[in-house]
Every structure is written in structure tokens, then in C-alpha cells.
């Protein structure tokens, strides 16, 4: 869905299963993508990155894919935890620069 | 090692009024950005410096944003006067530069102001 201040997409998920959570960026330059984490009442927390020439990138539980043809960014958690719920944002930096775009975020919800 | 420190982490002011947000990076951190952020969104890019030079301040609404960096360490941002738009959570992250993740930026807890 599409977030409109508030109302964040929101992601619910069992304990155990996988998580995809997707996001679509706006600048077809853009060269470097990564993924944060946001707890709530705490700043963002870097999970993985990944260079526009990679389409697949792995870490611990977490693997992110890019698909720079539809210029889409996923982020999928294995074994979705309740420590995992949090809102999570995709975030590029266009060639040639250092400024990094956060995207809308996604709240994840893991329940038992 | 200790994360990067904000203060206050919350302030309620009037509108009109100053407010001034201080931020410790995190020791041998070169880069330190300060970030808007509002309800239900990202962060937004205010300023960046690099060492004590503020190398990116395109998105500082510098009628009433101000924001140093003496020494190259720690930072202050500073809204004089205040308006009811700037509430919002100010946001401070440093990073090294030359890391193998570029955008492996470090946040501090934020600083939460309302304006009334």
C-alpha cells in the first residue's frame, strides 16, 4: 500500500516464516542501496548493502535483492523473529555522490 | 564503545522560541550528518560535514538553521525561531570514511521536539 504520513505499509508476519519486504526507488543512477532498521524511540540501524553491480547479496538472515530493470529493492528476513518487528527503510545514493535517499518505510510485525 | 550521543532526547518549546541540539559522534568518526525526521517517514538530510567542513547543507533552512561543527568533533544544530512544521526528531549519524559500506551510517537515538 502506499504510505501516506501515519498510515506506514505494514508487513505481519508469523514467528518463523520469512519476511520480503519491497521497495521501489526513484532514481535509475543510483548506484549503492541499503537497508535500515528503525525500533522505535531508537535512530535507524544499518542491516546490508549492496552495489548496483550485484543483484544479490547475502548476510546473516538477511538477503537483499535488486532488480534494477524495475528499479526494485527487497529485503527478506529468514525465520522472521519478534525482535525483527520494526519499521525498516530502503535508502539509495545516486552516482557520483554521497547523499543518501531514504525511502518510505515498512513496518514489520512479527506476532507469535 | 559508546554510540553516538544526542541531547536533549526530548523538547517542547513554543513556537518563536530557540532550541539548540547537541551530538557526540562516535570516537574517529570523520562524517557527521544531522537528519529531520517526521512522523511516518525517513530521514531527511539537513547537513553533513566532513572533519569541522559542512560539505553539504543544501537541505538547511538557513533562515532559521544553523549548525557547527568547532573542533571537528562534536556538533550543534540550532532553530531560531521555532515553527509549529519543525516538530519533528532531529537525528545525528557519523560514519568513517573509506569503509568497505559507505552507507553504513550510525545513529544516535534522536532528539524529539514539539513545537506549540
Known amino acids: 500500500g502506499e504510505s501516506v504520513g501515519l498510515h506506514l505499509p505494514t508487513l505481519s508476519v508469523q514467528e518463523g516464516d520469512n519476511s520480503i519486504i519491497n521497495c521501489a526507488y526513484s532514481n535509475s543512477a543510483s548506484d549503492y542501496f541499503i537497508w535500515y532498521k528503525q525500533e522505535s524511540g531508537k535512530g535507524p540501524q544499518f542491516i546490508i548493502d549492496?552495489?548496483?553491480?550485484?543483484d544479490k547479496r547475502q548476510g546473516q538472515r538477511v538477503t537483499v535483492l535488486l532488480n534494477k530493470t524495475v528499479k526494485h529493492l527487497s529485503l527478506q528476513i529468514a525465520a522472521t523473529q519478534p525482535g525483527d518487528s520494526a519499521v525498516y527503510f530502503c535508502a539509495e545514493r545516486p552516482y557520483n555522490t554521497d547523499k543518501l535517499i531514504f525511502g518510505t518505510g515498512t513496518r514489520l510485525q512479527v506476532f507469535p | 564503545e559508546a554510540g553516538v550521543v544526542q541531547s536533549p532526547r526530548y523538547k517542547i518549546i513554543e513556537k518563536k522560541q530557540p532550541v539548540a541540539f547537541w551530538c557526540n559522534p562516535i570516537s574517529g568518526h570523520n562524517t557527521l550528518y544531522w537528519y529531520r525526521q517526521n512522523l511516518g517517514q525517513g530521514p531527511e538530510l539537513l547537513i553533513r560535514y566532513e572533519n569541522e567542513e559542512a560539505v553539504d547543507d543544501s537541505q538547511l533552512p538557513k533562515d532559521r538553521f544553523s549548525a557547527e561543527r568547532l573542533k571537528g568533533v562534536d556538533s550543534t544544530l540550532k532553530i531560531q525561531p521555532a515553527e509549529l512544521g519543525d516538530s519533528a526528531v532531529y537525528l545525528c549519524?557519523?560514519?568513517?570514511?573509506?569503509?568497505?559500506?559507505?552507507?553504513?551510517?550510525?545513529f544516535g537515538e534522536g532528539s524529539r521536539l514539539t513545537v506549540l
Open positions: 549519524a557519523s560514519s568513517l570514511s573509506g569503509g568497505t559500506s559507505p552507507g553504513e551510517l550510525f
Open positions: 549492496i552495489r548496483s553491480n550485484m
